[in-house]
């Protein structure tokens, strides 16, 4: 039972971090700070999130991110940033909750975490490019907001409920990995799209300097 709560806690944090990184460290290390999770046995190893440096550290990056993720774009720039530094922070979040393991565990662990961290980043940042297709900025804040939700209850029910946390991020990612290709076939057409439009606009504008006009000759 223990090891089930173990890596219900793993994987919800491998799975949040890959949503929102800054706020899922930022909770976890309020509940550890405030024993909230009564740190028994099996939740020492997150101790070190409710440290003063790394409450501060990740309170100020969710605040930055807090702004950036509801400004058109810049959200994509913003995750773009994060591609690598999401499904990293989640591996290692992980792999702290998962405590010392055999060396072959710790890598499939890793995988494992560093996967589904990967999973959940890739279809936010794949919302957020549709999302920006619209030139109202009202779907990025809506869907900002949404997401911190899902972190915020996530993470309730990862730390008080941690093997249902494990069946309930599971489905997830399982749900997640069947969608993901259509969304990035989505993705690929509409910028296809704009890509084309942007050659027939600039081709429209641009002379043709292949045809010689009349009256003139080439040298």
Known sequence: MQILEQLGLG??????????????????????????LHLAAKYQTIEVLGHDWVLIAAGV?????FVAD???WLDSLWDSIHTLIRPVGG????????????AHLEVVAALLAGGAAL???????????????????????ALSIAEDIVVVAGTLIMV??????????TAV???LWLVLPRMFRVIRRSFEIIRDKLRILF??????YSVTPPGSSRA
Do not use: W
């Open 11 to 36: 994987l919800g944090l491998a799975t949040l971090a890959g949503l929102n990184l800054y706020l899922t460290v930022f909770l976890t290390g309020l509940l550890v700070r405030f024993d909230v």
């Open 61 to 65: 990056l969710y605040a930055i991110e």
């Open 70 to 72: 509801k400004v058109p």
């Open 91 to 102: 591996t290692l979040l992980a792999m702290q909750a998962l405590g010392e393991m055999p």
């Open 119 to 141: 999973t959940t980043h890739s279809a936010k940042a794949g919302t957020r490019l549709l999302a920006n297709h619209s030139p109202e900025p009202a779907s990025n804040i």
């Open 160 to 169: 008080l409920k941690p093997i249902i946390a494990l069946c309930i991020f």
């Open 173 to 175: 990612i399982i749900v």
């Open 203 to 208: 081709g429209r504008n641009t002379p043709d």
